[in-house]
């Protein structure tokens, strides 16, 4: 097949997703990548085809300045603008892109479920696609709240209200969104599509949550497949060359690519691990500056780094201290780690619900995360050993979801019966239609 990913133009996703368009091309598929152009200096795998769109609304140099907002978006009229960026983003996808994928000949779809373009423009224009939750599943559920709230699982009908309640709220703040997607969806003749769960795939919707972390389902959808993380081979990924005192825990800190450069945060993390006698790995992706790295070393921090092998690093750790990006916790749940989950923006607050309710960790509100209560929940994390024994289950439960071999079976069985004729080529479109191939 020609498959055309459809993905958020942001790191984590990327990463996730390229895993997934590695383990496809290593069985013979052919995978085109179609965003805005800063995208391309992401892919790391060279047998990626890439689009390039939104040269007018989107050039060269942007994405700076969009993943800039979403790192910090402030108050209500920063939050404004993250989804007015989203909704841009979605508009340009569905605006461009079609002509490409006719033009490449591409016979179907792989979408993140956080770009609604993706189900939109292979609802619109025939071809079969899968669903990626890259973050936290968009599938709704009156039990399950969003993945941004911050609460679990609704046990009882006051929590079914709530559900519901800040349902409606979340829908009226992504108005500008919503109307981008009901405007295209018509345009292509489609109806019922109004939110990112409206735009999923009837086909497959892959995760890469694991049953035992993400909360139960009242009516499980059938086509929502758990495969834990979506990962290269470890092998593959660099060792940890940071030597550590083995009679000292070791703790590992990640606030992610788009929240790495909340220095203050950080400085309050090295303190408490050097008032608790620690090991210290920063990883702030690249945004701090070397002064602040260096105030973090005084500050406590045994090394600072921009990347670390972050698999290494987790396998080695006795505890990470993360953001709750959904990436960070499945690789640490995959090693076995505890966590302690700082949620930031996103659906950091909903996957730091799932650790508090699976066992696996502690959450802290960043603004209350001063050096007493994140030395508190070091402590209680390497103290009590329950959530290292959750943690190692998970793991357990993490290496037989199958990860992405099993994302790639799963993609082929939903899309190689359904692929389509392929589209001739434009100069082409008045003639014969050719055969399956």
């Not at 983003?89 to 016979?107: F, H, I, K, N, Y």
């Not at 758990?226 to 940071?242: D, I, K, T, Y």
């Not at 005192?245 to 993390?269: K, M, N, W």
Request: proline residues 8%; positive net charge.
């Amino acid at each position: 097949m020609h498959l055309a990913f459809i993905v958020p133009p942001f790191t984590s996703h990327v990463r996730a997703l390229e895993a997934l368009a590695c383990a496809l091309l290593n069985r013979g598929h052919r995978v085109s990548w179609l965003q805005q152009a800063d995208v391309a200096a992401l892919l790391q795998d060279h047998r990626i085809g890439f689009q390039a769109l939104g040269a007018a609304s989107h050039p060269a140099g942007s994405l700076e300045g969009l993943v800039a907002r979403a790192a910090n978006p402030g108050g209500p009229l920063g939050l404004r603008r993250v989804i007015g960026d989203v909704a841009d983003s979605t508009d340009m996808l569905c605006r461009e892109a079609p002509a490409w994928l006719e033009q490449l000949g591409v016979e179907a779809i792989v979408a993140d479920q956080m770009e609604a373009a993706g189900g939109i423009l292979a609802a619109g224009m025939g071809l079969p696609f899968v669903s990626v939750a890259c973050a936290l599943p968009v599938n709704r559920d009156p039990r399950v709240p969003l993945p941004v709230m911050p609460w679990g699982y609704a046990v009882d009908a006051r929590g079914v209200q709530l559900n519901a309640g800040s349902t409606r709220v979340y829908d009226w703040m992504m108005g500008r969104h919503e109307a981008v997607i009901q405007r295209h969806a018509a345009r292509f003749g489609l109806t019922g599509r109004r939110t990112l769960a409206d735009c999923v795939s009837p086909l497959a919707q892959i995760s890469q949550t694991t049953p035992g972390f993400d909360f139960a389902r009242t009516a499980p959808a059938p086509r929502l497949h758990h495969v834990g993380p979506l990962r290269g081979p470890a092998a593959q990924e660099a060792p940890l060359a940071l030597p550590l005192d083995a009679d000292r825990p070791f703790v590992f800190a990640s606030l992610g690519t788009l929240q790495g450069g909340r220095h203050a945060l950080f400085e309050r993390i090295a303190r408490a691990c050097r008032a608790e006698g620690l090991q210290l790995l920063i990883a702030h992706c690249d945004r701090l500056n070397e002064a602040q790295a260096a105030a973090l070393l005084r500050a406590g921090a045994t090394a600072v780094t921009g990347f670390a092998p972050q698999r290494a690093a987790l396998a080695r750790a006795d505890v990470v201290v993360t953001h709750a990006g959904l990436n960070t916790v499945m690789d640490a749940l995959e090693a076995g780690t505890p966590q302690l989950a700082l949620p930031i923006a996103f659906d950091q607050p909903g996957v730091a619900a799932r650790i508090a309710h699976a066992g696996t960790g502690l959450k802290l509100l960043p603004p209350l995360a001063g050096v007493k209560a994140l030395r508190g929940a070091l402590r209680r994390l390497l103290d009590e050993p329950h959530f290292a024994e959750r943690s190692r289950a998970l793991g357990r439960e993490i290496a037989l979801a199958g990860g992405v071999e099993h994302a790639a079976d799963l993609t082929e069985a939903a899309l190689l019966p359904h692929r389509p004729y392929l589209r001739p080529a434009p100069a082409a479109k008045n003639h014969a239609v050719a055969a399956p191939v």
